[in-house]
């Protein structure tokens, strides 16, 4: 069964810093990963999604890596702002089989950006 | 265009009642899911539709049931609603099962006692 991990839970920042988030998963077999932002009591918002035959994703102050291989992608935020402040999920698409189509999703990293 | 939305936003109910989430989307997707989210788990899906007319089991169906009524509108219902059923639910849509993004709606916000 797939296996999201992102780490670190929590962070918090000064405005201005660069950030990595970092996420982790168990089974290569994926079509594509995606980021999500999440704001206290709303929805997901779509940030990123790489394919799986890609390496890496920008939007704006935003790079998302990906190294299927070895089950990691990254999530680079550059001179973050306090509007960022947000629970940034990472979510990987299975591609096989009865879970074809299956997002499986991190626990997520909440983050803090202060003024 | 609206994209997912979801009714209603919040619902407190009391143990034993029933009640239907609802969710529609106007992007023309084929494919629709319902997931719910809880404290310290991530999500998790419950249900998904990849096409009109069919329904599948997700991870964690056990108390639900789900109706992909047209191409538009995927609903949730709890029969007999339990305390762990507490929890945020989000549907989402996309294209197709598979290769597309996963849009997702605002979420319901349910509370069992």
Redesign the interface.
């Known amino acids: 069964k797939q296996e ?1 991990t992102q780490i670190p839970a929590a962070l918090s920042v000064p405005e201005g810093e660069n950030l990595v988030l970092n996420c982790s998963f168990t089974d290569s077999a994926i ?2 990963l ?1 980021w ?1 932002r999440q704001d206290p ?6 940030l990123l ?1 790489i ?1 799986s035959s890609q390496r890496e994703q920008t939007s704006g102050r935003l790079n998302a890596s990906l190294d299927k291989s070895s089950g990691r992608s990254t999530l680079y935020i550059a001179a973050s702002q306090p509007g960022d402040s947000a629970t940034y ?1 990472c ?1 990987v ?1 299975a ?1 096989r089989g009865s879970t ?4 499986y ?4 990293t909440q983050l803090t950006v202060w003024p | 265009n609206a994209g997912v939305t979801q009714t209603p936003k919040f619902q407190v109910l009391k143990t034993g009642q029933s009640m239907t989430l609802q969710c529609a989307q106007d992007m023309n997707h084929n ?1 629709m ?1 319902w ?1 719910r989210q809880d404290p ?6 419950i249900y ?1 539709s ?1 096409s009109e007319g069919t329904t599948d089991k ?2 964690v169906p056990n108390g639900y049931n789900v109706s992909r009524l047209n191409k538009r509108e995927f609903s949730l219902r709890l029969e007999s609603a339990a305390p762990s059923q507490t929890s945020v639910y ?1 549907c ?1 849509s ?1 294209r ?4 597309y ?7 319901t ?1 349910l509370t069992v006692t």
């Open positions: 999201v079509y594509n995606q999500f009591g709303k929805g997901l918002t779509s999604l394919q999920l979510a698409l591609d074809l189509g299956r997002l999703f991190g626990r997520g | 494919s899911y997931y310290g788990m991530g999500l998790r899906l998904y990849a997700g991870e989000f989402a996309s197709d099962r598979g290769f993004e996963q849009y997702f709606g605002p979420g916000r």
